[in-house]
């Protein structure tokens, strides 16, 4: 069902996100923007500037002076296990248009935490680390 994005490997070291999370698919979180984080129940949201790759079906030419083609959307990433976040104490950045941004989801791997499988995100807004994770992405 669309939104479940349940694991499509087994959970290892070697598998990366989008092939782990089918929302994921043709999204290239390294580049995108994290324009805030906020708690939801069992987990946490990431509202993103989203790198769109040619393979997503919202992908588009890049507006004129970008990079990439960019999907503002919302990443919720919920658990009925464990899970932590460590805020960065770095403060937001302004882009050129002056909007605050946290950096980007420079990390989002398969990990072992205690003995667990997990998945670790992390970037310039910090670290979180997450049991058995739901990956929801829904677009604007």
């Known amino acids: 069902p669309r939104g479940m994005s349940a694991r499509s490997k087994a959970h290892?070291?070697?598998v990366d996100?989008?092939?782990?999370?089918?929302?994921?698919?043709?999204v290239y979180l390294e580049d995108s923007?994290?324009?805030?984080?906020a708690t939801v129940e069992r987990g946490f949201s990431f509202e993103l500037?989203?790198?769109?790759?040619?393979?997503?079906?919202?992908?588009r030419q890049p507006a004129p002076g970008e990079q990439h083609c960019y999907g503002r959307a919302i990443l919720t990433v919920t658990s009925p296990k464990r899970s932590l976040?460590?805020?960065?104490?770095?403060?937001?950045?302004r882009d050129a248009s002056g909007d605050l941004n946290f950096g980007s989801i420079d990390i989002f791997r398969a990990v072992e935490w205690?003995?667990?499988?997990?998945?670790?995100?992390g970037g310039d807004w910090g670290e979180f680390l997450i049991?058995?994770?739901t990956v929801v992405l829904v677009f604007d």
Not at 85 to 90: E, F, K, P, T
Request: no cysteine.
């Open 85 to 93: 976040l460590i805020r960065s104490v770095l403060p937001a950045a």
């Open 131 to 133: 049991v058995e994770p």
């Open 12 to 14: 290892t070291p070697d």
């Open 114 to 121: 205690g003995g667990e499988d997990a998945w670790e995100l």
């Open 49 to 59: 500037d989203a790198v769109l790759s040619t393979n997503h079906a919202r992908h």
């Open 33 to 37: 923007w994290v324009l805030d984080i």
């Open 17 to 26: 996100y989008p092939d782990a999370f089918t929302d994921l698919t043709g």
